[in-house]
């Protein structure tokens, strides 16, 4: 479900600012609407605020592992609790995790393994929202 201007709208979730301000950057320039947050926590209540604004995530990209808080799993989790039309993207370092290589039975719809090139992302974000 796209935004009032047909872009569609994108959460990224990653405690690494410079992550969070890279990728977003480079989803904008690509014509998407992004919104961010450092947390789990944060991102839920984006997700739901955005659901109680009637605009809605098309998609959203968690970081698997968050120190100290509510990692990508728990994450998806409570954002399925809340409404379950969006796909959702894996993102983490880690390649070698279980859940990497799991990812579906996790929920996910993809991953994306860091750091990944625009060209990666892109592809991955077409296939998801099929375009």
Known sequence: ?????????ILIMDD???IL??????????GY????????????NVFKEAIDDGEP???????LTVPGGMGGVKTLKAMKEI???FKAIVSSGYSNDPIMSD???FGFDGI???PFKLDILQQIIDDLLGK
């Open 112 to 114: 994306l393994i860091k």
């Open 103 to 105: 990812y579906k039975n």
């Open 33 to 44: 609407v992004v919104e961010t947050a450092k947390t789990g926590e944060e991102a839920v």
């Open 57 to 63: 995530f098309d998609l959203v990209i968690l970081d």
């Open 1 to 9: 479900m796209a935004t009032k201007n047909n872009a569609y709208k």
């Open 21 to 30: 301000e890279s990728s977003s950057e480079l989803l904008r320039i690509l």
């Open 16 to 18: 690494q600012e410079l």
């Open 83 to 85: 409404n379950q039309d």
